[in-house]
């Protein structure tokens, strides 16, 4: 590979990267609005206010998210050879590129189907929701 396919992979790469990134940004402000919606859809369930319960058991989930997401680069990172003496040969190298874009790629994908089939708020479910609290709250 010359300098100028390399150049262009770089644009490729920094591209993808900035759209994921706006992404992952979006998606996190979807997220934490959605947690209102369970939390209403809790209340409604339940006849109670859960906010702290709900936010804990999300904050818990995360963590735990987290700790296994760095735990399986350091085996992922073992998977493709990689090692203080291996760390720029090309093999480990492409391993690596393909560890960065493969598996969010797979993340995101199985988080979509998740929130498509499993997530059960709907948008008019979410709308009930809203109506039915205020009806509670005498706002109607």
Not at 95 to 123: D, Q, W
């Amino acid at each position: 590979m010359h300098f100028g396919e390399f150049y262009i992979d770089i644009i490729t790469y920094v591209v993808f990267y900035v759209v994921a990134n706006i992404g992952v940004g979006f998606f996190n402000m979807v997220i934490w609005a959605m947690i209102t919606d369970v939390i209403d859809d809790a209340e409604v369930k339940n006849g109670v206010r859960e906010d702290g319960t709900i936010y804990s058991v999300y904050s818990f989930a995360r963590k735990i998210g987290q700790a296994l997401s760095s735990g399986m680069i350091g085996a992922l990172l073992s998977v493709i050879g990689y090692s203080a003496a291996t760390a720029f040969n090309p093999e480990v190298v492409n391993g690596i590129f393909n560890m960065t874009c493969i598996i969010p790629a797979i993340g995101f994908v199985g988080i979509a189907l998740v929130l498509m089939f499993l997530y059960p708020l709907s948008k008019n479910r979410v709308e009930a929701n809203v109506l039915e609290l205020k009806k509670r709250r005498g706002e109607i």
